[in-house]
């Protein structure tokens, strides 16, 4: 039986390696189903499928693309893949109803080929903020300026309408399939993939300075679309959730260090700060504002530690403020979203520093030391050690005085398991 297992894991095993390792034929087309954000997590999507075609001897890569736009940097990491593939790429705004806005138009004019099929438009390329409000003016033409001249260049390498694609990000507009065929800002239009795959075949298209012929009619199609993994990172790679999980991390790992033993907070704690530096992996981090953050929770655990009158929860609220604002570089955290996030988590850092503040300075209330400051009832005579009962409890005690049984005495110290006692004034006891 032992043998039989073995066999069959070592086959299970083979083959797996044999399926993970096997190319592509030469004529098969790989398409990367693009239907969301331009975000870093579909940028790296992209990126890592047109490796793939090259590595496994794809002929063609096919990108269906409908996208109301996203990133500026997650944009460029498309375009600059598709420049430097080493294979033909077809960009297709599809299904019918969908649309290449914005970082899209770029997406679609870097391709080798690109396509629309009926029912879909392109443009409306003007820059906004991350938030999706318009940039002050004088920022505004400088980025518009970068934007313009980047696309532009991209237009001439690939001899289409360099005009209109200015148009498109200076005054937002927008076109139709059939418009951008005459516009000569795409190639073709085809109804779906079977139809674009005929258009295609025997088509010309420039490849590092090599004209290439591609044979498409009939090339088996093989779909890649996001997996588990890239479908979590394309959520959490949003700035927004990433901040969200990294404040939510510090506050449950900040709550388990004032309140060791707690668990469950720093539990989630770890788990949204692992998630959030998963998504920190694709995203512009200012290592800066990170290290800003971190000091934040710095001085409020020190707060705890020393009588510094708020000063150092002043600062720690600071520090959470700076590094919330330098956090991302390129893109940014909505400030609606921001200034509640730092007012509520900055808050409960302040409120847990108080409550540990008061614990610490407690007088302790168990043990010898819990003892301190207590009545008990002498139930020996003490001269000078006997014994006495405190806190439901008889121990052995002693004194500078004479203490008869029934006389209360108050704790003033200890030696070892034995008490250190004084006469109190009042030495009328009924024992109960």
Do not use: C
């Not at 996208?67 to 299904?95: C, H, Q």
């Not at 007088?363 to 008990?376: D, R």
């Amino acid at each position: 039986m032992r043998k039989s297992i073995v066999a069959i894991l070592f086959i299970a095993f083979t083959v797996a390696l044999i399926t993970r390792g096997a190319h592509a034929e030469k004529g098969d087309a790989m398409v990367i189903e693009l239907a969301n954000t331009i975000n870093p997590g579909t940028a790296q999507f992209v990126k890592k499928g047109l490796e793939r075609a090259q590595n496994e001897g794809y002929g063609l890569v096919i990108i269906r693309l409908d996208t109301p736009g996203g990133l500026d940097t997650s944009m460029r990491t498309i375009v600059k893949s598709i420049l430097n593939s080493s294979i033909p790429v077809v960009v297709y705004v599809a299904p019918r109803g969908a649309r290449a806005a914005s970082a899209g138009v770029m997406i679609t004019v870097a391709a080798h080929v690109a396509a629309m099929a009926p029912q879909t438009n392109i443009g409306a390329a003007h820059p906004v903020s991350a938030g999706g409000k318009e940039i002050d003016k004088t920022m505004s033409e400088k980025v518009v300026n970068d934007m313009v001249a980047y696309v532009r260049s991209i237009a001439k390498e690939r001899g289409r309408n360099q005009d209109w694609v200015e148009k498109a990000i200076r005054e937002s507009v927008s076109i139709t399939a059939d418009v951008a065929v005459a516009e000569n800002v795409v190639d073709l239009v085809a109804g779906d993939l079977d139809e674009l795959l005929k258009l295609l075949d025997g088509r010309e298209v420039a490849l590092d300075n090599v004209t290439v012929t591609l044979e498409t009619e009939g090339s088996r199609l093989v779909y890649v679309k996001l997996g588990w993994r890239d479908r979590v990172l394309n959520t959490i790679s949003n700035p927004n959730i990433a901040y969200i999980l990294m404040m939510i991390g510090m506050a449950g790992l900040y709550f388990e260090l004032a309140h060791p033993g707690a668990i469950f907070p720093g539990v989630i704690g770890a788990i949204s700060l692992i998630l959030a530096f998963f998504a920190f992996q694709t995203l512009p981090v200012n290592y800066a504002g990170l290290l800003l953050s971190g000091l934040a929770i710095v001085f409020f655990i020190a707060e705890v530690k020393v009588t510094s009158y708020g000063m150092l929860s002043l600062a720690g609220l600071i520090s959470l403020t700076l590094g919330s604002v330098m956090l991302f570089e390129d893109v940014r955290v909505s400030l609606k979203l921001m200034a509640p996030t730092i007012v509520l988590i900055g808050g409960f850092f302040v409120g847990i520093a108080y409550l540990a503040f008061r614990a610490y300075r407690r007088a302790p209330k168990g043990g010898m030391e819990g003892l301190i400051g207590e009545a008990g009832v002498v139930e020996e005579r003490i001269d000078p050690v006997g014994l006495v009962f405190a806190h439901g409890e008889y121990w052995k005690a002693s004194s500078d005085e004479v203490a008869e049984e029934g006389e209360k005495v108050e704790i003033i110290g200890s030696k070892g398991l034995e008490l250190v006692v004084r006469k109190q004034k009042d030495n009328q006891h009924e024992k109960k």
